[in-house]
């Protein structure tokens, strides 16, 4: 068990020191990431990636209206770069928006 446990650690670790910082998003959501889990590379590595997922949706986001901009805005202003959270907020409010004015 031990075993397992330090060669995930080594390949996740392996994996982090690989990913080449060149925006200020993968700095700032590594930093964040190293901030929460300190050397537990494997939960670094799977925060990284998943806010790093959820800020290409974000990046890629088809805005119809002037709403659907607010309610990200909105999200975006409360969240600020947890990205997971961003995402998680603007399709939770604009599902409840569209209820709302249907």
Not at 49 to 64: C, F, G, K, P, V
Not at 74 to 101: H, I, P, Q, T
């Amino acid at each position: 068990m031990q075993v397992y446990h330090v060669e995930n650690q080594t390949a996740a670790y392996s994996r982090l020191v690989k990913i080449e910082v060149d925006s200020g998003v993968k700095e700032t959501v590594l930093s964040h990431a190293f901030k929460d889990w300190n050397y537990d590379f494997e939960m670094v590595e799977f925060q990284y990636d998943n806010q790093m997922d959820a800020y290409r949706q974000i990046q890629s986001l088809q805005l119809e209206s002037s709403e659907e901009e607010k309610i990200l805005e909105e999200a975006k202003r409360k969240w600020g770069s947890d990205f997971e959270m961003v995402l998680f907020e603007f399709e939770n409010e604009l599902e409840a928006y569209n209820k709302y004015m249907s």
